[in-house]
């Protein structure tokens, strides 16, 4: 069965701070993506990382993708308040479907 | 250019009350689905319909029915609501376009929080 978790489930950060949030899933696949939802709201794209080695960046945000570690990291840089965000990392399984994580609550302090 | 919408935002339901959940795209997707987010949970797959006239069970299918009505519109039917299944619902569309490949990615609608008493 596949599983994606992510840790940290919960992260508070001053703003400033440089910070990764890691994604662990328990077998091969080759497509993750980022999403980011502020409370109360819908789903956000950020990423989609589609093979290993994939890096994206935008803005603050750098996402990357290791099939082989079966790891994908969400870095952020120099952080800012507006970053505070739920954010997950689903992956596409066998079927063609996503799975989701439990997902990383980032509140960032000014 | 609107993208996903559902309606409606907000319902309230006495148990055993039915109700259906629209969602309607206009990017010519040909995969739709809806999903649930419990509190402090991830998304779980209720149902998904990968193209016009088809619908598969998800995750969590017991209690729903869906109904894909053309390419454009997927709805997701509660027949008998239960305090379970309170939740917020989100629908999503993902698919190709004449810019885009298909990469899986989901685009999804504004969500519609169900509560049932």
């Known amino acids: 069965e596949l599983k994606v978790e992510q840790n940290p489930l919960f992260l508070s950060m001053q703003e400033g701070k440089n910070y990764t949030i890691y994604c662990n899933y328990s077998?091969?696949?080759?497509?993750l993506y980022w999403y980011r939802q502020d409370p109360g709201k819908s789903l956000e794209s950020l990423f989609v990382?589609?093979?290993n080695g994939a890096v994206k960046q935008e803005g603050r945000l750098m996402a990357s993708l290791d099939t082989k570690a079966r790891l994908s990291t969400l870095h952020i840089t120099a952080a800012v308040h507006d970053l505070s965000a739920t954010y997950f990392c689903?992956?596409?399984?066998?079927?063609?479907?996503?799975?989701w994580g439990a997902g990383t609550k980032l509140i960032i302090k000014p | 250019n609107a993208g996903v919408t559902q309606t409606p935002k907000f319902q309230v339901l006495k148990t055993g009350q039915s109700m259906t959940l629209q969602c309607a795209q206009d990017?010519?997707?040909?995969?739709m689905y809806w999903y649930r987010q419990d509190p402090g949970m991830g998304l779980r797959l209720i149902y998904y319909?990968?193209?016009?006239?088809?619908?598969d069970k998800g995750e969590v299918p017991n209690g729903y029915n869906v109904s894909r009505l053309n390419k454009r519109e997927f709805s997701l039917r509660l027949e008998s609501a239960a305090p379970s299944q309170t939740s917020v619902y989100f629908c999503?569309?993902?698919?190709?376009?004449?810019?885009?490949?298909?990469?899986?990615?989901?685009?999804f609608g504004e969500g519609s929080r169900l509560t049932v008493l």
């Open positions: 077998t091969t696949s080759d497509r």
């Open positions: 689903p992956l596409m399984d066998s079927n063609y479907q996503l799975i």
């Open positions: 990017m010519n997707h040909n995969s």
């Open positions: 999503a569309s993902s698919g190709k376009d004449r810019v885009t490949p298909h990469t899986g990615e989901l685009f």
């Open positions: 990382l589609l093979s």
């Open positions: 319909s990968a193209s016009e006239g088809t619908t």
